[in-house]
């Protein structure tokens, strides 16, 4: 856990965000629309300079929320406010200027470069369509000293600008990924999943250099990731994600030493930790069954049908996310009607 | 957990040739198995772990594979060295395997009853009434709910921890000898994952059932296994009991290993230890260490020969020019 806290001015503020993808009808003619509700109604903001971390499993909508904040999916519902200006309304045109100053670091650094485009070239993208928009000014010359800097920011030698994206390993591609984020000199980062793909001694690297880099620039990242132990090293504040809605949010410590929401309790119990003794004596809370898929809107809390703590309005009502402890929301009824 | 040794791996070398050179993928790997113990092979991808494990039972595809040399003993015999029809009795049956991805490794157009009724009969004296009967023991065993009404059912009918269940139960339904699970859980949720590793743990333990577990996770063999051995470009640089190894690591790459892992239960601001550089192309490697470039306590001798594994009592041995005199 970091101990930048971040500033009180808000970058992001995320408000009931819902992203419900259609999925087609029922029955043969003039059936009911379905949809996945992959993410109905999160709330969240970021100060500036911190850290929140995305937590959960697959399909529990963390990627979604990414996406949909980014806008690029149109959210179905919710405001997105970066730096006070609404994001959900605005115009293609105007989206693109209020991009600049938010960039993504993707998970799979294969899929996300281009393999006909050299490692200089795609670092130097952002910078050639803003330029071509008139939105930043670059000479051909400041920008080749940009890539240059910025290589050498992430460890890359600026040597290896004509090479392709084959010839870097995936740790390196994440590099270039990264560099191609900060090329705009944005402030706000969302890394979805940036080190899941790596090995464990590149997976170290890779978050010592985004922890560096906030250091540096003062960046503020969304962080995505579902390996909690890896969320607990980057963050300050962490959500906690569970079927399109969070489920518990609060400082990273706090989260870890002192879980409200049996999920929560859960996902901790199960993450194993390198350590024998550790483990040979845990208890653990093994949950039943699987996620239940997003496909329809279910009245009550998302996690009953798997809790072990659960009570009779669980399956009727839906907990708010409200404030347990000061810093630190759940939705759960165990800690407010 | 008995001393007797049920399958021993002796200098197993396995080569792809391809047209860039020669890989070794394997290069002289040597452990023992024990009757009823649990064995963790940790490394990260392209470290030889799952090519070690596949030239066990001889499913090395060849062209480009070749196993180059080495000795596979399992009770007595040298697994290398028989007919595919004698292999054939012993795959699925003495030895069986889980893979990392169970929707690839069940057949999607086949009913759940056929696959795992098929293997029984195949190995076992059973009708098949008396195998689909023993296939719904099985799966009820691992944790299957309704089993009987799921059996008939198809692969995409089941989540993917349900399919590795299903895989599971398939696995031990000849009460194998070894269980060899190569990434049972990496594709699965942490949720998921506890209770797969819950289910490996507890049938194995009935059945005495000895298993190799294969995964890059620290957290898993921390909590599964008796034994580990770490391997780096091919090769096994340090093996150990579980507790000593994690405790006392001697090669300089188990230790980076072990501190680059973020841990939950040491939460600190202090920055995470990394191990500096690339793992190795194992292509034409020399005759070196190969983790010297990347390594801190690298002396001049390790750019010129591979240490030989020195045994430093209980179990434990390390490959390692710190450890080993120079000849």
Known sequence: MPNNSGGNETLLDVKDLK??????????????????????????????????????????????????????????????????????????????????????????????????????????????????????????????????????????????????????????????????????????????????????????????????????????????????????????????????????????????????????????????????????????????????????????????????????????????????????????????? | MTEEVILRVKGLQTYFHTDEGIVKAVDGVSFDLRRGETLGIVGESGSGKSVTNLSIINMIPSPPGRIAGGEVEFMGTDLLKIPVKDLRAIRGNKISMIFQDPMTSLNPYLRISTQMVETIVLHQDLDKKAAKDKAIDMLKLAGIPAPEKRIDQYPHQFSGGMRQRVMIAMALSCNPEILIADEPTSALDVTIQAQILDIIRGLTAQTGTSVILITHSLGVVAGMCDTICVMYAGRIVERGPTGELFEAPKHPYTQGLIKSVPRLDKASGERLFSIRGQPPNVIDLPDCCPFYPRCDKAMDLCKRKYPASKDLGNGHAVSCWLYTEAK
């Open chain 1, 19 to 337: 992203m419900h993808f259609p999925i087609g009808r029922k029955g043969l003619i003039a059936g009911e629309q379905q949809y996945i509700y992959a993410v109905d109604g999160v709330d969240f903001k970021i100060r500036k300079g911190e850290t929140l971390g995305l937590v959960g499993e697959s399909g529990c909508g963390k990627s979604t929320t990414a996406r949909a904040v980014a806008q690029l999916y149109r959210p179905t519902g919710g405001s997105v406010k970066l730096k006070g200006a609404e994001l959900t309304t605005l115009k293609a045109r105007d989206l693109i200027a209020a991009r600049k100053n938010m960039q993504m670091v993707f998970q799979d650094p294969y899929a996300s470069l281009n393999p006909r485009m050299t490692s200089g070239d795609i670092i130097s993208e952002p910078m050639r369509i803003y330029s071509r928009k008139g939105l930043v000014q670059f000479s051909r010359k400041d920008m080749e000293e940009r890539v240059e800097q910025l290589m050498e920011r992430v460890g890359l030698s600026r040597f290896f600008r004509n090479r392709y994206p084959h010839e870097f390993s995936g740790g390196q591609r994440q590099r270039i990924g990264i560099a191609r984020a900060l090329a705009l000199q944005p402030e706000l980062i969302l890394c979805d999943e940036p080190v899941s793909a790596l090995d464990v001694s590149i997976q170290a690297q890779i978050l010592n250099l985004f922890r560096d880099l906030q250091d540096e620039f003062g960046l503020t990242y969304l962080f995505i990731a579902h390996d909690l132990a890896v969320i607990e090293y980057i963050s300050t504040r962490v959500a906690v994600m569970y079927l399109g809605i969070i489920a518990e949010i609060s400082g990273s410590g706090d989260l870890y030493s002192k879980p409200l929401h049996p999920y929560t309790q859960a996902l901790l119990s199960a993450a194993p930790i390198p350590d024998p003794k550790i483990e040979k004596e845990r208890k653990r809370i093994i949950l039943t069954g699987d996620v239940p898929s997003p496909d329809r809107l279910r009245p009550g809390c998302p996690f009953h049908d798997r809790c072990w703590k659960k009570m009779d309005k669980c399956q009727s009502q839906k907990p708010a996310l409200k404030e347990a402890e000061p810093g630190h929301e759940v939705a759960c009824f165990l800690y407010h009607d």
